[in-house]
């Protein structure tokens, strides 16, 4: 079974500040681990994964993410915050063996830029 | 290259009629995913298809609602007699065969009045 839980349900930061988004997960296999942004009223965009390989991942719009095994998290980052960067970002996992398929989605975090 | 299709993006349905969500999935992916998100939530599985079968249903309420996704034509998400509790916004996902990465679709939000 697979669970992911995102801590702080709303961050806000000043433009050009630090993001930090956080992302925990609980997995009884190895993972696969997904960052999407989701806009309103639209879809979600896949903003990085982790499969295997390098743990330290790099997705679009300058955001990053490592995978820390020790600590079971997925951290997402952004060294300077933009103002396009306000919307809501969902942390996910899956399990990497056949039949674990479907995402596990954290609850969101609501990301506000002030000016 | 065409993303994930879904239609309709707005659905307004009255309690007690039935709502039929389509789904195209991107060109060169045969393996189909439905999550819900209701307000202010994160989005939960539904249903995993691939063409002609359905693979995992856990997800699915075990009354009114169903999913196909026929050898021809998009899959779609069927909810019979619909109640208030069913507005929500369903996203549709799509992956190659290798199943490594899920393509979301714009999402149907449905509005039960």
């Known amino acids: 079974a697979q669970s992911v839980t995102q801590l702080g349900s709303h961050v806000s930061v000043s433009e050009g500040a630090l993001v930090l988004l956080r992302c925990n997960y609980s997995s009884s296999v190895p993972p696969y681990l997904f960052w999407y942004v989701q806009y309103p009223n639209q879809g979600l965009q896949l903003l990085l994964k982790?499969?295997?390989?390098?743990?330290l991942v790099k997705g679009i719009n300058g955001f990053e993410a490592e995978f820390k095994k020790s600590e079971t998290s997925f951290h997402l980052t952004k060294p300077s915050a933009h103002m396009s960067d306000a919307a809501e970002y969902f942390c996910a996992v899956r399990g990497i063996i056949q039949g674990a398929q479907k995402l596990v989605f954290g609850q969101g975090t609501r990301l506000t830029i002030n000016p | 290259n065409a993303g994930v299709m879904q239609n309709p993006r707005h659905l307004v349905r009255r309690r007690g009629q039935e709502a039929r969500l389509r789904c195209s999935p991107m060109?060169?992916?045969?393996?189909v995913y439905w999550y819900r998100q209701l307000p202010e939530e994160g989005l939960k599985f539904m249903v995993y298809l691939q063409k002609e079968n359905i693979i995992d249903e856990s997800g699915m309420p075990k009354e009114r609602f169903s999913a196909e996704f026929p050898k021809e034509g998009p899959s779609i998400l069927r909810i019979q007699q619909v109640v208030r509790g069913d507005s929500a916004a369903y996203f549709c996902?799509?992956?190659?065969?290798?199943?490594?990465?899920?393509?979301f679709g714009p999402g149907t939000r449905l509005l039960v009045l």
């Open positions: 982790y499969t295997t390989g390098a743990t």
């Open positions: 060109k060169g992916h045969s393996h």
């Open positions: 996902a799509s992956s190659d065969s290798l199943q490594e990465t899920q393509y």
